[in-house]
C-alpha cells in the first residue's frame, strides 16, 4: 500500500514536468499549428542560463528566495528573448509556407542548439553533465512508517505551480483581450489581421510566453533530478509532446491532465511491469488514446469544412 | 489552414517514347549500374559512402510517397527501416552456412540475400498497413505521433530481444551488399514513384494530399489509397534496412531512433514536397554535407585544438544550413516539381501547369 | 536566377566528395590490401602516407551524441599522449599526428569515419571508441583493411575476436563483473544484491549479466534487475521497486553521468545499502553529481588514483593542467592506448600494417598509467583491478584483485 502510495507520488512528480513543457508546446501548437521541436531545446538552454545564475551568485546568495527569483527571473528572460529571436528569424518568414518547412526549421534549430551545447568551445558547456546546485533546500514533508512514503518540498512546489500555470493559462486565454486575440489568431490569422489584431506581436508573445515557461519548467526539472546535460531536453521534450498530444494538443487543462496520465503511466510500468518496456508501453498507451479518441482526451476533432 | 499555391498538374506524359516506356528504363539502368560496379571497385571508401547515399535515396524517395504525395505526416520511417533491417539481418545470418546447391557459392549468396531482402521489405510493408490503418482516424499530426510512436515502440522491441543483439546490435551479418545491388533498387523505388505520379492512382494521392474532403466527394477511396502508399513506402524503407544491414558491420537500435527518422523528413522536405527528384538531390546533398565539411576542415590541418575539436563542429553547423536553406527556399529545391522542370531553359521545358 | 542556388550547392556537394575519391592514389587493384602498399618502405624507417616527415594516426570517437562526454574524455588522454611524445622527439625521428573523426554515437557512422581514415588518410594505426557496437564497427573495417587498431576501453568480448589486428588496453567485461560478484560476496558479505542496469548500454548489460551469474554462483541471491536508459534522470520507480526487495546493496554497471543521480534518488526514497559498479563510475563527475549519497559506495576500476607511482601522479597533474579536471578512467585508457600504440610504431621494423600489428602483439608488462599492461594471445589486456570506495570528494583503495 505504501509502495503504491510512492509510485504514485513519484508519477505524478514526473508527470508535473511533463506538464510544465507540455503547456508551452501546446500553446505555441495553438496559435501557430506548429510543432516546436525545438521547444525541448530551448528548455535546455534555459536551465543553463539558470545554472550560470547559480554559479555566479556562489552558496550563499542562490538559496535564499531572491536568489531562488533572480534564478528563474534570468532564466525565463533569457529563454523568452531566445524564442522571440527563433520566431522572428526561423518561423515568421515561413508563415505563409506549407507547415512542414518551418518544422524542418524547428528540427535545424534543435541540432545546432543541442549538438551546440555540447562543444567545449568558449562559453559552451561541452557534453558531459553537471549537477544543478541545490537552490532549494530538499525538505521532507511528510513521510509515513520507516521512510516508506516520502513527498518532498519541491515535489509540492512544482505540483503547484503545474496547477497555478494551468490556471493562469486558462484565465489568460479566456478572459483577458490578449486571450482573445490569441484565439483570434488560432482560429484564421489572416482573418484576426483584417479585424485589427497585431498577428505577428500576438504570435511573437506566445511564443516568449511558451518558451519563460519552457525554462521555468526545466529549472524544476533540474531541481528535481539535480543533473543538467545539452541532451535533456530530446527526450524530455518528446515526452511532453506526447503528453499535450494525449491530453488534446492545442488545449491547456488537457495538456496537464495528459502529462500527469503519462507520469503515472510510466511510473506504474516501471514499479509493477518490466522497467525495459517502459518507453513503449507510453508510446503504445498514446495510440491507444489516439485510436479510442483521435483528438486526444480533450482535444475535438475539428469537423472540416467542405 | 494553409492553403498552397495552385498546383502544377502531375504530368502525364513521360520523357521517354511511350513504345519504349516499359522495359526501357531497365534495360538502361543494369548496364550502367554494373559499369558503376566496376568503377567502384577499388576505392571502399566511395563504395561505402554511395551504399549509405543509396540508402538514404530510398528512404527519401519512398517517404516521399506518403509525405509528399499523399500529404500525410509520417516520421517514423526510420521504424520501418529497423524493422527491414533486422528481420533481413537475422535472416541472412541464420543463412549464412546455407548455398543453393545448384547456383555457385557468389550467386547463392546474391539469391538468398534478396530473398532476405523481400522478406524484411514486407515484414516492414505489414507493419506499414498496422500504422496506416489508424489514418482512417487520424489526421494531421495526430497520426505523425502515431508514426513517431511505433518507431519508438520497434526500438524498444529490439532493445529487448536477444535475438536482435539488444543494445550491443546485431553484427556478422555477411555483407552481401553492394552498389550494384543497393542502385539496382534506388531505381526500382525510383520507378515506382514515377509511375505513382504519372498514373491515376497517382492524382488520387494528390488529391487526397490538398483536398481530402473534395476527393472523398470526388469518389476517391481515401482510405484504400491512404493505406495503400503507407504500405508502399514502408515496404522500401524496409528494403532499405535490409540493404543497409548487409553492408554496416553491425546494426544496432541507436541508429533507427526519432533523429534518423527526422533526417529523411528534412531531406524529402528539402527536396520539395512531392518531388522525387527533389528527394534525391536532397538525399545526395545531405549524405555528402557532412563528409563535405569533414573533407574542409580536414584542409585546415591536423595541429592544434581546433583542428582537433572541429569535426564536432559538423552536427551544429548542419542544424543551422538546414535553417538557412530552408529560409532560401521554403518549398525545397524543386517545389513541387521535377528536376527537369527546374532546369535551364536549354532542357525543353514542359508544361508547367495553372502557375 | 533563383533556381540555380540549390543546384549549385548540390553541386558543391557532388564537387566535395569528388575531391575525396582524387587525393586517394589508385590502389594498386587487389582490395583489401591496402596495409600492404602502406607499409612499403621507401626508405628505411619506413615512411608516413600522409607527408614525409609526419605519422599520421586516425582516431573515431563519440564527440557529439548520447555517449560525447566519454569520447571526448578519450580524445583528451589520446591528444595528450600525442603532444608528450612529440615534445620527446616523436616517433623513428618522425612527428606524429592525428586525425580525430566524430561518430555522432552511431556505429554506421564510425564504420564510414573508419573507412575514410583508412582509405583517404592512410593512417597507420587506429584508435577505438568507448562503446563497444560502435568499436565493433570499425574492427570490422580495421580488420579487413589490415590497419591495426586499439580500443581504449570497449569492454565487451567481442571486439577483438573480429580478428588479429584488433587489440584493446583494457580488461574485459566478464572479468570486471566477477570482480565485483566477489568483493561484494566476499569482502562486503552481501547476501542480497539488486541490480539496476542501463538498458541503453551493452557494456552495463554484460556487466549486470556477469555479476548475476557470479553472484549467485557464489551463493548470494540476486533480488531483482530493474533497468534504466541511458539519458533518463528519474529513477525513481525503479528506486522504489528495489527498494521492496529490500536488498544488501544494488548494483549499478552504468556510467557516471547516471550513477551520481541514481545514488542521490536512492537516498531519496530510502534505500540506504552501498551501492557498486564498474570502472565507468570513474571521474570527477561522480561526486559532483552525486554529492554526500554516492559517498561509501564500490566500484571496480583499473587504477587508484592514490597510486603513489610517480608515473600515475604526473599523468593526473598533467592532464589537470591541460583539460582543468581530474582525468577519468576512460581518459587514462586513451592516454594509455596511445602509448601503448607509440610504443610499439616506435618498436616496429617499419609502418606497414602487419608490422606494427606484430609490435603490438608483443606488448608486455607495459607500464600504463591504468595499469600494467600485458596483451594475451586473445588481443586482450590482462590486468589486475582495484575496487576503490568513494569518499568525499576522492576515491579510497580498498582491495585489488587479480585475473
Same mark, same amino acid.
Given at each position: 500500500?505504501?509502495?503504491?502510495?510512492?509510485?504514485?507520488?513519484?508519477?505524478?512528480?514526473?508527470?508535473?514536468?511533463?506538464?510544465?513543457?507540455?503547456?508551452?508546446?501546446?500553446?505555441?501548437?495553438?496559435?501557430?499549428?506548429?510543432?516546436?521541436?525545438?521547444?525541448?531545446?530551448?528548455?535546455?538552454?534555459?536551465?543553463?542560463?539558470?545554472?550560470?545564475?547559480?554559479?555566479?551568485?556562489?552558496?550563499?546568495?542562490?538559496?535564499?528566495?531572491?536568489?531562488?527569483?533572480?534564478?528563474?527571473?534570468?532564466?525565463?528572460?533569457?529563454?523568452?528573448?531566445?524564442?522571440?529571436?527563433?520566431?522572428?528569424?526561423?518561423?515568421?518568414?515561413?508563415?505563409?509556407?506549407?507547415?512542414?518547412?518551418?518544422?524542418?526549421?524547428?528540427?535545424?534549430?534543435?541540432?545546432?542548439?543541442?549538438?551546440?551545447?555540447q562543444?567545449d568551445?568558449?562559453?559552451?558547456p561541452g557534453a558531459s553533465p553537471r549537477a544543478?546546485?541545490?537552490?532549494?533546500?530538499?525538505?521532507?514533508?511528510?513521510?509515513?512508517?520507516?521512510?516508506?512514503?516520502?513527498?518532498?518540498?519541491?515535489?509540492?512546489?512544482?505540483?503547484?505551480?503545474?496547477?497555478?500555470?494551468?490556471?493562469?493559462?486558462?484565465?489568460?486565454?479566456?478572459?483577458?483581450?490578449?486571450?482573445?486575440?490569441?484565439?483570434?489568431?488560432?482560429?484564421?490569422?489572416?482573418?484576426?489581421?483584417?479585424?485589427?489584431?497585431?498577428?505577428?506581436?500576438?504570435?511573437?508573445?506566445?511564443?516568449?510566453?511558451?518558451?519563460?515557461?519552457?525554462?521555468?519548467?526545466?529549472?524544476?526539472?533540474?531541481?528535481?533530478?539535480t543533473s543538467v546535460s545539452?541532451l535533456?531536453?530530446?527526450?524530455?521534450?518528446?515526452?511532453?509532446?506526447?503528453?499535450?498530444?494525449?491530453?488534446?494538443?492545442?488545449?491547456?487543462?488537457?495538456?496537464?491532465?495528459?502529462?500527469?496520465?503519462?507520469?503515472?503511466?510510466?511510473?506504474?510500468?516501471?514499479?509493477?511491469?518490466?522497467?525495459?518496456?517502459?518507453?513503449?508501453?507510453?508510446?503504445?498507451?498514446?495510440?491507444?488514446?489516439?485510436?479510442?479518441?483521435?483528438?486526444?482526451?480533450?482535444?475535438?476533432?475539428?469537423?472540416?469544412?467542405? | 489552414?494553409?492553403?498552397?499555391?495552385?498546383?502544377?498538374?502531375?504530368?502525364?506524359?513521360?520523357?521517354?517514347?511511350?513504345?519504349?516506356?516499359?522495359?526501357?528504363?531497365?534495360?538502361?539502368?543494369?548496364?550502367?549500374?554494373?559499369?558503376?560496379?566496376?568503377?567502384?571497385?577499388?576505392?571502399?571508401?566511395?563504395?561505402?559512402?554511395?551504399?549509405?547515399?543509396?540508402?538514404?535515396?530510398?528512404?527519401?524517395?519512398?517517404?516521399?510517397?506518403?509525405?509528399?504525395?499523399?500529404?500525410?505526416?509520417?516520421?517514423?520511417?526510420?521504424?520501418?527501416?529497423?524493422?527491414?533491417?533486422?528481420?533481413?539481418?537475422?535472416?541472412?545470418?541464420?543463412?549464412?552456412?546455407?548455398?543453393?546447391?545448384?547456383?555457385?557459392?557468389?550467386?547463392?549468396?546474391?539469391?538468398?540475400?534478396?530473398?532476405?531482402?523481400?522478406?524484411?521489405?514486407?515484414?516492414?510493408?505489414?507493419?506499414?498497413?498496422?500504422?496506416?490503418?489508424?489514418?482512417?482516424?487520424?489526421?494531421?499530426?495526430?497520426?505523425?505521433?502515431?508514426?513517431?510512436?511505433?518507431?519508438?515502440?520497434?526500438?524498444?522491441?529490439?532493445?529487448?530481444?536477444?535475438?536482435?543483439?539488444?543494445a550491443?546490435?546485431?553484427?556478422?551479418?555477411?555483407?552481401?551488399?553492394?552498389?550494384?545491388?543497393?542502385?539496382?533498387?534506388?531505381?526500382?523505388?525510383?520507378?515506382?514513384?514515377?509511375?505513382?505520379?504519372?498514373?491515376?492512382?497517382?492524382?488520387?494521392?494528390?488529391?487526397?494530399?490538398?483536398?481530402?474532403?473534395?476527393?472523398?466527394?470526388?469518389?476517391?477511396?481515401?482510405?484504400?489509397?491512404?493505406?495503400?502508399?503507407?504500405?508502399?513506402?514502408?515496404?522500401?524503407?524496409?528494403?532499405?534496412?535490409?540493404?543497409?544491414?548487409?553492408?554496416?558491420?553491425?546494426?544496432?537500435?541507436?541508429?533507427?531512433?526519432?533523429?534518423?527518422?527526422?533526417?529523411?523528413?528534412?531531406?524529402?522536405?528539402?527536396?520539395?514536397?512531392?518531388?522525387?527528384?527533389?528527394?534525391?538531390?536532397?538525399?545526395?546533398?545531405?549524405?555528402?554535407?557532412?563528409?563535405?565539411?569533414?573533407?574542409?576542415?580536414?584542409?585546415?590541418?591536423?595541429?592544434?585544438?581546433?583542428?582537433?575539436?572541429?569535426?564536432?563542429?559538423?552536427?551544429?553547423?548542419?542544424?543551422?544550413?538546414?535553417?538557412?536553406?530552408?529560409?532560401?527556399?521554403?518549398?525545397?529545391?524543386?517545389?513541387?516539381?521535377?528536376?527537369?522542370?527546374?532546369?535551364?531553359?536549354?532542357?525543353?521545358?514542359?508544361?508547367?501547369?495553372?502557375? | 536566377?533563383?533556381?540555380?542556388?540549390?543546384?549549385?550547392?548540390?553541386?558543391?556537394?557532388?564537387?566535395?566528395?569528388?575531391?575525396?575519391?582524387?587525393?586517394?592514389?589508385?590502389?594498386?587493384?587487389?582490395?583489401?590490401?591496402?596495409?600492404?602498399?602502406?607499409?612499403?618502405?621507401?626508405? +628505411?624507417?619506413?615512411? =608516413?602516407? @600522409?607527408?614525409?616527415?609526419? &605519422?599520421?594516426?586516425?582516431q !573515431?570517437g563519440a564527440l557529439?551524441g548520447g555517449q560525447a562526454t566519454f569520447g571526448i574524455s578519450t580524445r583528451n588522454g589520446i591528444e595528450m599522449a600525442?603532444?608528450e611524445?612529440?615534445?620527446?622527439?616523436?616517433?623513428?625521428?618522425?612527428?606524429?599526428?592525428?586525425?580525430?573523426?566524430?561518430?555522432?554515437s552511431? +556505429?554506421?557512422?564510425? =564504420?564510414? @569515419?573508419?573507412?575514410?581514415? &583508412?582509405?583517404?588518410?592512410? !593512417?597507420?594505426?587506429?584508435l577505438g571508441d568507448v562503446a563497444s557496437s560502435n568499436s565493433?564497427?570499425?574492427?570490422?573495417?580495421?580488420?579487413?583493411?589490415?590497419?591495426?587498431?586499439i580500443t581504449p576501453s570497449s569492454t565487451n568480448t567481442?571486439v577483438?575476436?573480429?580478428?588479429?589486428?584488433?587489440f584493446r588496453v583494457c580488461f574485459i567485461d566478464p572479468f570486471q563483473g566477477y570482480v565485483m560478484a566477489k568483493f561484494a560476496?566476499?569482502d562486503l558479505?552481501?547476501?542480497?544484491v539488486?541490480v539496476l542496469q542501463d538498458?541503453k548500454s551493452a557494456y552495463s548489460i554484460d556487466l549486470s549479466d556477469v555479476f548475476?551469474?557470479k553472484?549467485?554462483?557464489?551463493?548470494?541471491?540476486?533480488?531483482?534487475?530493474?533497468?534504466y536508459s541511458q539519458g533518463d534522470t528519474?529513477y525513481?520507480?525503479?528506486?522504489?521497486?528495489?527498494?521492496?526487495?529490500?536488498?544488501?546493496g544494488i548494483y549499478v554497471p552504468g556510467y557516471y553521468s547516471e550513477v551520481g543521480v541514481i545514488a542521490r534518488q536512492a537516498r531519496?526514497?530510502?534505500?540506504?545499502v552501498p551501492l557498486m559498479g564498474g570502472d565507468g563510475w570513474d571521474s570527477e563527475k561522480l561526486f559532483e553529481l552525486g554529492g554526500s549519497a554516492i559517498q561509501g559506495s564500490y566500484f571496480s576500476n583499473h587504477y587508484s588514483p592514490d597510486n603513489p607511482d610517480p608515473r600515475v601522479q604526473k599523468f593526473i597533474a598533467d592532464y589537470k593542467a591541460a583539460y582543468g579536471s581530474v582525468p577519468d578512467a576512460l581518459a587514462a585508457l586513451g592516454y594509455d592506448a596511445a602509448r601503448v600504440?607509440?610504443?610499439?610504431?616506435?618498436?616496429?621494423?617499419?609502418?606497414?600494417?602487419?608490422?606494427?600489428?606484430?609490435?603490438?602483439?608483443?606488448?608486455?608488462?607495459f607500464p600504463g598509467v591504468a595499469g600494467t599492461i600485458t596483451?594475451?594471445?586473445?588481443?586482450n589486456a590482462v590486468k589486475s583491478a582495484v575496487v576503490l570506495k568513494v569518499g568525499d570528494g576522492k576515491t579510497e583503495y580498498v582491495t585489488t584483485v587479480n585475473p
Open positions: 500500500m505504501a509502495q503504491l502510495l510512492q509510485h504514485l507520488i513519484n508519477g505524478l512528480a514526473a508527470g508535473t514536468i511533463y506538464a510544465l513543457v507540455a503547456l508551452g508546446y501546446t500553446m505555441v501548437y495553438g496559435v501557430l499549428k506548429l510543432i516546436n521541436f525545438a521547444h525541448g531545446d530551448v528548455m535546455m538552454v534555459g536551465v543553463y542560463m539558470g545554472y550560470a545564475t547559480a554559479f555566479v551568485l556562489g552558496r550563499e546568495a542562490r538559496s535564499s528566495l531572491l536568489g531562488v527569483a533572480l534564478i528563474f527571473a534570468v532564466a525565463m528572460l533569457g529563454c523568452a528573448l531566445l524564442g522571440f529571436l527563433i520566431e522572428r528569424f526561423a518561423y515568421r518568414p515561413l508563415r505563409e509556407k506549407p507547415r512542414l518547412t518551418a518544422l524542418i526549421t524547428a528540427i535545424g534549430i534543435s541540432f545546432a542548439l543541442s549538438y551546440g551545447f562543444l568551445i568558449g562559453f559552451l544543478f546546485p541545490e537552490v532549494i533546500e530538499p525538505t521532507e514533508w511528510l513521510i509515513i512508517g520507516d521512510r516508506d512514503v516520502v513527498v518532498w518540498n519541491w515535489q509540492v512546489i512544482s505540483f503547484l505551480i503545474a496547477v497555478a500555470l494551468m490556471v493562469g493559462l486558462q484565465y489568460l486565454v479566456f478572459r483577458t483581450r490578449f486571450g482573445r486575440a490569441m484565439r483570434a489568431v488560432s482560429w484564421d490569422h489572416r482573418v484576426a489581421a483584417l479585424m485589427g489584431i497585431p498577428t505577428d506581436r500576438v504570435i511573437a508573445l506566445t511564443f516568449m510566453l511558451g518558451s519563460a515557461l519552457a525554462a521555468g519548467a526545466g529549472l524544476l526539472y533540474a531541481i528535481k533530478d545539452p535533456m531536453g530530446l527526450y524530455v521534450g518528446l515526452k511532453a509532446f506526447v503528453a499535450a498530444v494525449i491530453g488534446g494538443i492545442g488545449h491547456v487543462p488537457g495538456a496537464v491532465v495528459g502529462a500527469l496520465v503519462l507520469g503515472l503511466v510510466e511510473e506504474f510500468v516501471v514499479g509493477y511491469a518490466a522497467s525495459t518496456w517502459r518507453d513503449a508501453v507510453a508510446f503504445g498507451f498514446l495510440i491507444l488514446v489516439l485510436l479510442v479518441k483521435p483528438g486526444g482526451l480533450f482535444g475535438r476533432v475539428a469537423a472540416e469544412k467542405v | 489552414m494553409m492553403e498552397t499555391p495552385a498546383l502544377p498538374v502531375p504530368e502525364a506524359r513521360s520523357p521517354i517514347p511511350a513504345s519504349l516506356r516499359g522495359i526501357f528504363p531497365v534495360l538502361v539502368a543494369l548496364p550502367v549500374l554494373a559499369l558503376f560496379q566496376w568503377l567502384l571497385s577499388e576505392s571502399p571508401f566511395a563504395v561505402y559512402l554511395l551504399s549509405v547515399m543509396g540508402v538514404n535515396i530510398i528512404l527519401a524517395v519512398s517517404l516521399n510517397i506518403v509525405n509528399g504525395m499523399t500529404g500525410q505526416f509520417s516520421i517514423g520511417h526510420a521504424g520501418f527501416m529497423a524493422v527491414g533491417a533486422y528481420i533481413s539481418g537475422v535472416l541472412s545470418l541464420n543463412l549464412k552456412e546455407v548455398a543453393l546447391s545448384f547456383l555457385p557459392v557468389a550467386a547463392s549468396d546474391q539469391v538468398l540475400f534478396t530473398v532476405a531482402l523481400l522478406v524484411g521489405g514486407l515484414a516492414a510493408a505489414a507493419c506499414g498497413f498496422l500504422v496506416g490503418l489508424p489514418s482512417l482516424r487520424l489526421r494531421g499530426d495526430y497520426l505523425a505521433i502515431v508514426t513517431l510512436g511505433f518507431g519508438e515502440i520497434i526500438r524498444v522491441v529490439v532493445q529487448n530481444t536477444d535475438a536482435f543483439g539488444r550491443l546490435g546485431l553484427s556478422g551479418i555477411p555483407q552481401y551488399s553492394s552498389p550494384y545491388m543497393v542502385y539496382f533498387w534506388v531505381f526500382l523505388v525510383v520507378l515506382v514513384a514515377r509511375r505513382i505520379a504519372g498514373s491515376s492512382h497517382g492524382r488520387s494521392l494528390w488529391a487526397i494530399r490538398e483536398d481530402e474532403v473534395a476527393a472523398e466527394a470526388m469518389g476517391v477511396d481515401t482510405t484504400g489509397y491512404k493505406v495503400r502508399s503507407f504500405v508502399i513506402s514502408s515496404f522500401f524503407a524496409g528494403i532499405a534496412g535490409g540493404l543497409f544491414a548487409h553492408f554496416v558491420p553491425i546494426i544496432n537500435p541507436g541508429s533507427f531512433t526519432f533523429v534518423k527518422s527526422m533526417e529523411i523528413v528534412v531531406m524529402v522536405v528539402l527536396g520539395g514536397l512531392g518531388s522525387t527528384t527533389g528527394a534525391i538531390v536532397a538525399a545526395i546533398f545531405l549524405t555528402l554535407l557532412p563528409e563535405g565539411l569533414r573533407s574542409l576542415f580536414n584542409a585546415l590541418g591536423t595541429e592544434g585544438t581546433l583542428a582537433q575539436k572541429v569535426d564536432q563542429i559538423r552536427m551544429p553547423i548542419y542544424g543551422l544550413m538546414l535553417v538557412a536553406l530552408m529560409l532560401s527556399r521554403p518549398q525545397g529545391l524543386f517545389g513541387m516539381r521535377e528536376i527537369w522542370d527546374v532546369l535551364p531553359r536549354w532542357i525543353p521545358r514542359r508544361r508547367r501547369g495553372l502557375s | 536566377m533563383r533556381r540555380l542556388a540549390p543546384m549549385l550547392l548540390a553541386a558543391l556537394a557532388f564537387l566535395a566528395a569528388a575531391c575525396e575519391k582524387k587525393t586517394q592514389p589508385a590502389p594498386s587493384g587487389e582490395g583489401g590490401t591496402q596495409a600492404t602498399q602502406q607499409g612499403k618502405p621507401a626508405t +628505411p624507417g619506413g615512411e =608516413a602516407p @600522409a607527408g614525409a616527415d609526419v &605519422i599520421l594516426l586516425g !573515431v557529439t600525442i603532444k611524445a612529440n615534445a620527446a622527439g616523436g616517433v623513428k625521428g618522425k612527428k606524429l599526428a592525428i586525425r580525430v573523426y566524430d561518430n555522432q552511431k +556505429p554506421e557512422e564510425a =564504420a564510414q @569515419a573508419t573507412t575514410r581514415l &583508412i582509405t583517404q588518410d592512410k !593512417v597507420v594505426l587506429i565493433l564497427a570499425m574492427a570490422e573495417k580495421a580488420q579487413a583493411a589490415g590497419v591495426p587498431m567481442t577483438t575476436q573480429k580478428g588479429d589486428y584488433i560476496r566476499e558479505k552481501l547476501n542480497k539488486a538498458n548475476t551469474r553472484f549467485t554462483e557464489m551463493g548470494g541471491k540476486v533480488t531483482t534487475t530493474e533497468s528519474d525513481r520507480a525503479q528506486l522504489t521497486a528495489i527498494r521492496k526487495t529490500q536488498p544488501d531519496e526514497v530510502g534505500l540506504k600504440a607509440l610504443a610499439a610504431l616506435e618498436r616496429a621494423k617499419d609502418l606497414s600494417g602487419p608490422s606494427v600489428r606484430d609490435a603490438i602483439a608483443q606488448t608486455k608488462d596483451l594475451d594471445d586473445k588481443r
